[in-house]
């Protein structure tokens, strides 16, 4: 009879113990074998994306990622959170005297990130099954006294190591090595007020990033709500010092970013709950005002212009210190179809304006120039006439003012398809006039719109030339 073979009780307790040293071993030099130590029912090989995330944060922290800001665009409930948590917590774990500020859109959210990762350097072990951070990094340990919820330090560090903060809340204090934002925008309404994406730009740039010390990394961790939300203008502005991933819950194969966490039904049903636009822009990175915005399409043109049975201007004049004189000049078809070839649009006073207006009159040889006179336009009309016949000898341009007689937002709305099928741009339009061609790309249908200067011009093309005067001559 064949005698059975018994496992040695204690072998196998040291091959277990073995096996833990090399796992924690691991875990302080690996950030992936440090998520998956922690919360193996999370991160597991069977999710390849956060796998990738996990080393994409850890080649960023190494420097083999050699730009200074890195952006991460994943949907809610995939871990992009949890997984900045634990990158927090892994990266005390490298150095106490990392020094690291975290904002969220508001401070009870931030607040929230900070307890979170507080606890997790305070937690004691407590069982064989569980892992936790002091086992891995048993050096790094909250300064005794000193553990407040959203700003703290820790043991060997002679300043603070850790602030939570948002929009409004304070920054004072710390200094920072790393600044990780996530999720600044709280929802659609946000999303489409200007004014609001205006004041997180000012926080982020003139605030946290103020605080900053080398290695000065930025961690935006974001949903994409709008084209111009933080993340947005940093990639405009900031092109060349960001690294960006984007992670979408339905991949372009039609496949599910993690059928575990959420299957295509589960998505088609948040579809039908929030509407296809938010959950586009929460699911799918694609910014919700660019499926809200008015004009969504433009025609341009390259090569040789056609024909022109004459050139016109329009120019609608600054109402305000804060908004953008905008003028154009635009040549009229024997079709009636306007092809733009001059955008003056700025916010300069009208002793700059007024002569740049007249050099693009003469410049294009227009023969009728159609100027606002709301809001001091007449007194500007009569000014750009006389610059052009006495200082730059021209008496090609008849000058005329007038006044309108609609509703601007209704004028704006009811001609956007005119717009659209009859005003021709240039192919480097957006290159030429940027902030026009801004103004005019991500205009909003519904929500609101900081400025309306280039939409309202560019109607009064329409109007002129397509669907009848909607002001009188004076």
């Known amino acids: 009879m064949k005698k059975s073979i018994v496992p040695d009780k204690n072998a196998l307790i040291e091959y277990l113990l073995i096996q833990r040293a090399l796992a924690v071993k691991k875990a302080r030099r690996d950030f992936w074998s440090f998520c998956c130590l922690l919360y193996p029912e999370f991160y597991k090989e069977s999710r390849p994306y956060l796998k990738n995330l996990c080393q994409t944060l850890q080649g960023f922290y190494e420097d083999r990622i050699q730009k200074q800001i890195l952006i991460i665009n994943m949907p809610p409930r995939h871990g992009k959170t949890f997984t900045a948590r634990l990158f927090v917590l892994w990266v005390f774990g490298q150095s106490p005297r990392t020094k690291i500020i975290t904002g969220s859109y508001n401070q009870i959210l931030s607040g929230l990130f900070a307890q979170q990762t507080r606890d997790g350097i305070l937690t004691e072990n407590e069982g064989v099954k569980q892992e936790y951070f002091h086992d891995i990094f048993p050096d790094t340990v909250i300064k005794q006294g000193d553990a407040a919820k959203g700003f703290w330090s820790l043991d060997g560090s002679e300043e603070k190591n850790y602030l939570a903060t948002s929009p409004g809340g304070t920054s004072t204090g710390i200094g920072a090595n790393f600044v990780i934002v996530d999720d600044i925008i709280k929802n659609n309404e946000e999303a489409a007020n200007e004014l609001v994406k205006d004041k997180h730009w000012e926080w982020y740039n003139n605030t946290l990033v103020q605080r900053m010390e080398r290695p000065r990394k930025q961690i935006l961790i974001m949903t994409r709500w709008a084209s111009d939300d933080l993340v947005g203008r940093t990639l ?202 801004d103004a005019m790309v991500k205009y909003q249908r519904e929500g609101k719109n900081k400025h309306d200067d280039a939409p309202d011009a560019t109607t009064g093309i329409a109007e002129k030339i397509g669907a009848g005067s909607a002001f009188s001559f004076e």
Request: aromatic share 12%; proline share 3%.
């Open 236 to 437: 405009e502005k900031k092109a060349d010092k960001c690294h960006l991933i984007t992670y979408k819950a339905v991949q372009d194969d039609g496949s599910m970013l993690c059928d575990e966490i959420m299957t295509l039904e589960e998505y088609k049903s948040v579809i039908s709950e929030m509407g296809a636009d938010i959950a586009s822009a929460n699911y799918q990175q694609e910014p919700i005002d660019l499926k809200g915005r008015l004009y969504t399409s433009f025609k341009t043109y390259s090569g040789e212009l056609p024909q022109f049975k004459e050139i016109r201007n329009y120019t609608d004049t600054a109402d305000t210190g804060d908004d953008y004189l905008c003028s154009i000049d635009y040549g009229v078809t024997f079709a009636s179809e306007a092809y733009i070839l001059e955008v003056l649009y700025t916010k300069e006073p009208m002793e700059v304006t007024e002569p740049a207006t007249a050099g693009i009159l003469k410049k294009d040889m227009v023969n009728v120039a159609d100027i606002e006179s709301n809001n001091g336009g007449r007194g500007f009309a009569r000014n750009v006439e006389r610059i052009l016949q006495q200082e730059l000898h021209s008496n090609h341009t008849i000058v005329r003012w007038f006044s309108q007689n609609k509703n601007k937002q209704a004028r704006i709305y009811s001609n956007s398809s005119w717009v659209m099928q009859h005003i021709y741009y240039p192919e480097d339009w957006r290159n030429r006039w940027p902030e026009y061609y």
